[in-house]
């Protein structure tokens, strides 16, 4: 198959331009750096991006590079390793099957042992026990293995790329995504890039491969070129020093905060060094500090950093001159002029605009001191030296930061690493399966594990039985086998039955499950009745019952000003009642438009799916309706997303219409449904009328005092 | 590069004076009981027990992971041997940690199992084994040091109370500069010595290491002949009895503790004998997680509210604010 050959990069272009290639070299380069997580990549990306930083890390370890998935599927056995049965009882019945992040066997650390890069697709998807190893193996120098009469410590030299939503960070514990040294944010290659890697799968003919295995070679030569992999092979050999100011400039730019960890300006400080490795200096300046800040941030103009003469015209493309013989801090050029487009291009190196977003940006110190500096020339892309600040910007864009978790939404548990109580027998077969432990009842037992654990004991328990029953009783498993199996061998010498498995009560193991929750609160609330009552106290009791029976919460906000799309209602699904998200929701405000039938309809909808779907369906649920029944807009124009053209009675009788599906709805009998009534002054018998169509217990909710006396 | 080469040296720990403190004293009076370390996250936590154990031990310390299972902790028999045929015990972590450090990261995550039998073993010193046929009582005395982050959760009182000392770690803002340097050149030394070449940086940290290892060795066996080792005065005892007393620390434990812990301490600092400004250093590490639940939200928040009781506490008479019985702890 012929295919063009793709276009060279330009030899005048600085090839690390692209600030998520050059990312990923630096963390090749430094092993402090290997453990990244990239924000919003397609899952096709991932694995590209995955190919990408193991060719890297073989350019700069001179190791063969071995890459394992961990995914919503894998469980501790895998994770860690364990015992495998084999055909026959005896000796060699059981070995050892190491793990995916054990350590490896003897033989193979012998060879040139394999670098292992552990890629985790979604990070949100994780199970407890994948989670789990993780907060312990990420960033750890060492590393222990103590399961099943292992034991085992080594040095631990995993490299890490992950990947998760913006939008789902909230949902993964701090802990863990602060061992995360590196944060990326995810790209496709443009798509001219896209042609060669599609050609090079099709000539490797794997077609009817899956989509991705471990071993499925991914082309990555579009991305890396030839003279790229000579560059970082020999940026590997260079250990440059940073210098005070570059630590200064470092701490300034991630300024301490009461959570905020000194991981943070740590790995910044690494990936200056590694873009000092691939230009090839021998001390890092505040020159690489700020473009490793472009890295972070995801800035869209990336300087070129490339030693220009002092006379050449200066560009946005283009940083000042740097002495390289004697490597001191690049200094001013005379003559400058202010560029327009600064605002637009967005080139921020100069300016550093960091910040959570919506806050006002920081910039460099002594920049809102702007009366000092107006006889200062703005430059684009340029750094003033050391101890000369700039003038600010035309215009700053606010850019978020890198550490999305610090204002990402919490979703998660109040202990998210904590393994879950043991259920009581009566729970025993629900939840997803976490691990296996001994067995204290008989209920849901592990028949595999049983297996597993009783295999162990085969040969030393047949070899203390026969000497039982040859009558000559020795060694310690002799009281404990007397009783049980004595009768049992002698029945199988005599008739010469095939040997059988001697299990004894202790080799019992049950499952250990993730705690499912068997109840359910739907709670409908529409903030724009929420005025003039005492809602609140009207709610604690329902909350109560929720916190008490660990139920999980559905809270569907109505007419709330944070929501979105302000003509949809929203729903928020929290395992249990100390979910942080829901409190803040609860606390909102009200925003204009009602739609209430949309917020019935999704409360019809999640019960529907939490009453018949699935295996784990919840046992009871309760239905808790907050609302004065004005709905505003009609249903088919919530879910069309269209402002209607006029508000008549359109959008209650679509709340009645489906408040009636609800109430006639199948398994709705183990449903309670309460309205609770704000008690309006205009159309105050409407919540009734509500109640009547949803088959609901009606309460009154008490009026607020300044309700009261108006 | 060996395993323990990738520890930081504890010479090289910049800050974090009380958890070094804690694990030093912990170290010279074993009486004392554990060290729980409780901090943020990136504080410097378990490379501070590590570096500390690999220093006084000479190896990294026994480590029981979160993951444990049973049999390893208490102990079981050899898998390969059993399958043979052969009945061969294998120590658990507990016995192997007997007259040494026992470490567990992230304590806080532990298996609730796995959390009594350690409560069992550190209540008595003895490690009882009633499993798989084996039956054994042995002994178990051994220094707890735990890590935890608050923010996982918290840790059960009963456990909490097994450790002797518990220190609240920070990130220093003013150390972060000094911090920063340390690690980016103990970065360059572990590519150097990857790479086969010794590293300067490595070999002064050693240096360092054995002259600190010395003083604290010196101080330990001070206090084992009853000749070298400080004098306790009773007005001592009674001040600690006070002030135990003033933060309403639960049973005698705490008074036990912090004179022990003064006591340590004033061997640490090459005194002949232990005075107020010992028992103001180690106020907050030994008396923080004892206070009764109405004292504080937080068990392990130690303000100025803190520090002010303890100064007129042990210094009313004098009238003399010690300047040790300072910020032991800022504010979390």
Known sequence: MTHETPAPIPNTAFPWADPFISGLACAALQPALRSILVYNIEANDFFTTAGLFARMLHLTTQRVVEMTVLNSTTTEDEIWGAYQLQAGIGASSLVWRSGILSPLPPVVKQLNSPLRLVLLPDLTKLRLAAIRACTMLIGAPTANLERHGRHEQW????????????????????????????????????????????????????????????????????????????????????????????????????????????????????????????????????????????????????????????????STQHVLTIDQESHTEPSLPEEREAKDGLSSSGSTQGGAIFGPPGEIPIGLPGDREAGAY????????????????????????????????????????????????????????????????????????????????????????????????????RGMFIRILHHTTRSLLRLDSAKEQPQRMLILPSDLRTYRREPAPEQLLVLVLDYTALRDCEWTEALVPHLNWAYVCRAKICLIQVGSRSAVNPLQATCIMARSLLTPRLGTALAEAAGRATPLAHGLDLARSTLQKALQHGRNTVRNARLVVLTDGRGNIPLEFSRANRVPHSIAREGIDDAFKIARLLASMSGIGRVDKILLDPQPRQYPGLPAELARALQATRLDIPLSSHATEI | MTMTESILSYSRLVGQEDLKLALELAYIVPRIGGVLISGQRGSGKSTAARAFARMMYGRLPVTLPINATEDRVVGGWRIDELMQGQAVEMPGL?????????????????????????????????????????????????????????????????????????????????????????????????????????????????????????????????????????????????????????????????????????????????????????????????????????????????????????????????????????????NS
């Open chain 1, 374 to 473: 107006e006889d200062q020339p703005v430059t684009p892309g340029v750094t003033p030296p050391e101890g000369i600040t700039s003038a600010p910007p035309v215009a700053i864009p606010v850019i978020p930061s890198p550490y999305r978790e610090d204002t990402a939404p919490i979703e998660r548990e109040l202990e998210p690493l904590r393994m879950p109580a043991f259920s009581s027998p009566r729970h025993a077969s629900r939840g997803p399966i976490i691990g296996t432990a001994k067995a204290r009842n008989l209920y849901d037992l592990a028949f595999t594990s049983t297996l597993l654990e009783s295999a162990k004991f085969q040969a030393i328990r047949r070899k203390s039985s026969q000497e039982l029953v040859t009558g000559q009783p």
């Open chain 1, 155 to 314: 040095s631990s030299d995993l490299c890490w790329l992950a990947a998760s939503k913006v939008q789902d960070l909230g949902q993964v514990s701090p802990h863990l995504l602060d061992r995360f040294a590196l944060r990326l944010e995810g790209r496709s290659p443009a798509w001219s890039q896209r042609v060669t890697p599609l050609i090079a799968q099709l000539e490797q003919a794997v077609i009817e491969a899956p989509a991705f295995a471990e071993t499925t070679p991914i082309p990555v030569s579009h991305l890396l070129t030839p003279a790229m992999e000579l560059q970082l092979r020999a940026a590997g050999q260079l250990q440059p020093a940073i210098t005070d100011k570059a630590v200064e400039r470092v701490l300034t730019l991630l300024p301490a905060a009461a959570h905020f960890s000194l991981r943070r300006p740590l790995s910044l400080a690494r990936l200056a060094v590694g873009v000092t490795q691939l230009q090839g200096l021998p001390k890092v300046t505040c020159v690489q500090v700020n473009t490793a800040a472009s890295i972070l941030w995801t800035l869209p103009a990336l300087p070129v950093i490339m030693p220009v003469p002092l006379d050449t015209p200066v």
């Open chain 2, 94 to 330: 507990l016995e192997e940690a007997n007259g040494s450090l026992l470490y567990i990261d992230e304590i806080n995550l532990l298996d609730d199992h796995i959390i009594n039998l350690i409560l069992d073993v550190t209540a008595t010193g003895i490690l009882v084994i009633q499993r798989e046929g084996l039956s054994h009582q042995k002994q178990a005395a051994f220094t707890l040091v735990g890590t935890m982050n608050p923010e996982e959760g918290a840790l059960r009182p009963q456990l909490m109370d097994r450790f002797g000392l518990v220190v609240s770690t920070a990130a220093e803002v003013e150390q972060r500069a000094a911090v920063l340097k340390i690690m980016l050149e103990f970065d360059v030394a572990l590519g150097t010595l990857y790479s086969g070449q010794t590293s300067s940086f490595q070999e002064e940290s050693a240096s360092k290491e054995e002259a600190l290892r010395a003083d604290i060795e010196a101080a330990r066996k001070k206090m084992q002949d009853p000749v070298t080792r400080p004098e306790l005065p009773a007005d001592i005892l009674s001040l600690c009895a006070e002030l135990a007393k003033k933060f309403n620390a639960v049973g005698h434990r705490g008074d036990y503790t912090l004179a022990l812990a003064a006591w340590a301490c004033a061997a640490r600092t090459g005194s002949t004998k232990v005075t107020a400004e010992h028992i103001g250093r180690v106020a907050a590490l030994a008396l923080a997680h004892r206070r009764s639940e109405g004292f504080d939200a937080d068990p392990l928040n130690w303000g100025e509210k803190e520090i002010q009781i303890v100064k007129e506490t042990l210094f009313a008479d004098h009238g003399n604010a010690g300047n040790d019985a300072r910020d032991t702890r800022s």
